[in-house]
C-alpha cells in the first residue's frame, strides 16, 4: 500500500535518513522503533510531504506522490498524527472533526452555506468521536479537554480524512502506561483494511500490537522482521542494551489479552 | 457548532443604530462616517480576526475603493450603487493579486510586507497626481442622490446609505463564518501546521478571504467617497491602516462585532477628545488603548464574554 524506495535526506552533514527504504502491505500493524534521534519522526515527514527528501520515492497505492504536496497526499488517502499535539485549541472536538471531514468532501471551499446544513458530515464527525469513546464533551473546546482525550483527537482528526495509510507518531506520549492500553486498544480496533505504522517506544505495547517491526538507528533502517524475529535479533539488542544502556526493555512477548 | 442563530442582542445593536436617526440628529454625518469605519473594521476582522492574517497596510484597499468611485464619479457617470460594486471589484483585483505573495508569509515578515505595499499605494497615488489630484486630493464631483435620496446637509442620506450597505456587508460576513469556509479559516488561524495534515488548501482557503475582505474594504471605501464627495490620499494613508487595526483591537478582534463596536467607541471618543482638546487628542486615544490592552486583552466584547462566562 506504501513503499518508501531509498529516500535520503540530510540537514548540512547531518545525515537523518539514508537509503531508507519500506514496504507496508496493506492491513498490517507496523511499529517504527529505534533510540531517540534515529529519524522516526523526519520519516513520517518525509513520506507525509512536510519535509522534501533529497532522493528517492514515495509511492502510495502504486501512484508516486514524492512531488505532492501535504494536502495532496492527505487526499489520496496518507493521513497522519503528530507526537506533540497538534490540534486547534479554540475549536470544539465536534469543530475539529468536522472541519477534517468538510475538507476531504470539497466543502471546505464553501463560504456562502451555513454549516447547519452540513449535517451528514457533522454526523459523521460526532460517529467518528464516539468511535474513540469521545462522545461525551464534542462541544467542549479542544483546550479544555483532558490530555488523553487530545491525544485521541489527534487520532481522530485523522481518521477523519478516511484514510488508507494511517501513520501514527507516537500515539500514547505523554500519556501514563495504564492509560496507553486503553488508546492502544482503540488503536488495535481500527478497520483492518486499513494500513497503519506507529511509532511507540514501549516494548510492551510494540510487541502486543505489531504484525511487523522496522527498528531504525542513526538514520537508517537496520532490521525489519516479525516480532519474534526483532526480540531475537543480536543487533537490536546491542542497540536497545550495548549502546544506549539506559533503556530497560524486555524483548519478551507478552501473552495477548 | 458555532452557533448561527441570531441573538436578542444583535436585533437590540442594529435596532439601537437606528437611534441617531431621532436621538443625535446633528450627528448624522458621524453617525455615516462611524459605519464606513465599522465596515472597514468589519473587512480586517475576517481576515485578522478569523484567518489570522495581521495587516498594517489594509487602507490600500480602502483607498482603492476610493479612488476607484471618485474617478467614476468625476469622469463617467455619478450613480453611486454601480460605483459602489465596481469600487469593490478593483479592491478585490488588488487584494487578489497581492494575495498570492501575502499568503506565503506569517507574522511580522505579514506586517512589514502589508506596510510595504500600503506605502507603495500611497506613494503611486502621490505622484499620479494627473489621475488622483496628488496632495490636493481628487474634486470636483458631487454624487447628488442615491437611488433618487439626495444626500442632504445633515448627513440623513449619507447615514442611511452607508447603514444599509454596512448592514447587507455584515450579513454576508455572518454568514461567511458560520460556513465551512469560515470554519476553515479559524482552522488555520487556530494551528496552520495541522491544516495540511486534514487536507486543508490553507494557502488558496488565506487568498480568498484575502480577496473577499479588500472587496470589503473598497466598498467601504467608495462609501466615503460618495457621502464626501472628495477623496484625499488620507484613505491610503498609514494612520487609516492602523486606526482600524487599533479599533478591530479595540472592540475585540475575531467576533463579527468587535470592528463595529470599536469603531462607535474610537470615533465617538476621537469626536468627543478633540472636542475638548483639539491638539493632544491622541493622548486620549493612546490611554484609552493602554486601558483596554491592560485589562482587556480580548477587547471590549472579549472582556464582555469572559464576565459573563464567570457570572454563569
Not at chain 2, 468611485?69 to 469600487?87: C, D, N, R
Request: charged fraction near 15%; glycine fraction near 10%.
Amino acid at each position: 500500500m506504501l513503499s518508501v524506495k531509498s529516500v535520503n535526506k540530510k540537514f548540512g552533514s547531518l545525515v537523518v535518513a539514508q537509503d531508507v527504504g519500506l514496504e507496508l502491505p496493506q492491513g498490517v500493524r507496523h511499529a517504527l522503533i529505534g533510540p531517540n534521534g534515529a529519524g522516526k519522526t523526519t520519516l513520517i515527514n518525509l513520506v507525509t510531504g512536510m519535509l522534501a527528501p533529497d532522493a528517492g520515492q514515495i509511492v502510495l497505492g502504486g501512484e508516486d506522490i514524492t512531488g505532492l504536496k501535504p494536502e495532496a497526499r492527505v487526499r489520496r488517502g496518507l493521513a497522519r498524527t503528530f507526537q506533540i499535539n497538534t490540534l486547534f485549541p479554540q475549536l470544539t472536538a465536534l469543530e475539529s472533526v468536522a472541519l477534517a471531514v468538510l475538507e476531504r468532501d470539497g466543502h471546505a471551499h464553501n463560504w456562502w452555506r451555513g454549516l447547519a446544513r452540513f449535517g451528514a458530515e457533522v454526523d459523521e464527525a460526532a460517529s467518528i468521536l464516539q468511535s474513540l469513546n469521545l462522545q461525551k464533551s464534542p462541544h467542549r473546546l479542544t483546550r479544555e479537554l483532558a490530555y488523553g482525550e487530545q491525544r485521541l483527537l489527534e487520532i481522530a482528526l485523522a481518521l477523519a480524512t478516511r484514510p488508507r495509510v494511517l501513520l501514527l507518531d507516537e500515539p500514547a506520549a505523554g500519556v501514563p502506561k495504564d492509560e496507553s492500553a486503553e488508546l492502544f486498544a482503540a488503536i488495535a480496533g481500527l478497520s483492518s483494511a486499513l494500513t497503519v505504522l506507529f511509532i511507540e517506544h514501549d516494548m510492551d505495547v510494540v510487541f502486543r500490537f505489531a504484525t511487523r517491526i522496522h527498528v531504525m538507528v542513526g538514520g537508517r533502517i537496520l532490521v525489519e522482521g516479525t516480532p519474534d524475529d526483532i526480540a531475537r535479533d543480536p543487533r537490536v539488542r546491542e542497540v536497545y542494551l550495548g549502546k544506549t544502556g539506559t533503556d530497560h526493555v524486555s524483548f519478551r512477548k507478552p501473552p495477548l489479552g | 457548532m458555532a452557533n448561527a442563530n441570531v441573538k436578542p442582542l444583535e436585533v437590540v445593536f442594529w435596532l439601537a443604530a437606528l437611534l441617531p436617526f431621532v436621538v443625535t440628529p446633528n450627528y448624522l454625518s458621524l453617525a455615516s462616517q462611524i459605519a464606513i469605519t465599522a465596515l472597514f473594521a468589519l473587512s480586517l476582522d475576517l481576515i485578522l480576526g478569523y484567518a489570522g492574517i495581521v495587516s498594517l497596510g489594509h487602507a490600500a484597499f480602502f483607498g482603492v475603493g476610493a479612488y476607484t468611485a471618485g474617478l467614476i464619479a468625476k469622469h463617467y457617470w455619478v450613480e453611486p450603487l454601480s460605483g459602489l460594486v465596481l469600487a469593490g471589484l478593483a479592491a478585490g483585483l488588488l487584494g487578489y493579486l497581492t494575495s498570492h505573495i501575502i499568503v506565503r508569509f506569517r507574522h511580522l515578515a505579514l506586517i512589514m510586507l502589508t506596510l510595504g505595499f500600503g506605502l507603495l499605494l500611497l506613494e503611486a497615488a502621490n505622484s499620479a497626481s494627473a489621475l488622483t489630484g496628488g496632495a490636493d486630493g481628487l474634486q470636483g464631483f458631487r454624487v447628488p442622490a442615491v437611488l433618487g435620496f439626495k444626500f442632504d446637509l445633515y448627513g440623513t442620506t449619507a447615514y442611511a446609505y452607508a447603514l444599509i450597505v454596512l448592514f447587507l456587508c455584515f450579513l454576508a460576513s455572518r454568514r461567511i463564518i458560520h460556513s465551512p469556509f469560515g470554519l476553515a479559516l479559524r482552522g488555520i488561524r487556530e494551528n496552520a501546521t495541522r491544516m495540511p495534515a486534514i487536507g486543508a488548501p490553507s494557502r488558496a482557503h488565506l487568498r480568498k478571504a484575502y480577496t473577499i475582505a479588500a472587496v470589503m474594504a473598497g466598498i467601504a471605501g467608495a462609501l466615503l467617497t460618495h457621502t464626501t464627495s472628495t477623496v484625499s490620499l488620507e484613505v491610503l494613508s498609514f494612520g487609516r491602516s492602523a486606526d482600524v487595526l487599533v479599533i478591530l483591537i479595540l472592540g475585540g478582534a475575531g467576533r463579527l462585532y468587535g470592528g463595529p463596536l470599536g469603531a462607535i467607541i474610537y470615533m465617538v471618543a476621537r469626536d468627543q477628545f478633540s472636542g475638548l482638546n483639539p491638539q493632544y487628542w491622541y493622548f486620549w486615544i493612546g490611554l484609552l488603548l493602554v486601558a483596554v490592552v491592560m485589562f482587556l486583552p480580548n477587547g471590549i466584547l472579549g472582556g464582555l464574554s469572559a464576565f459573563r462566562k464567570k457570572r454563569q
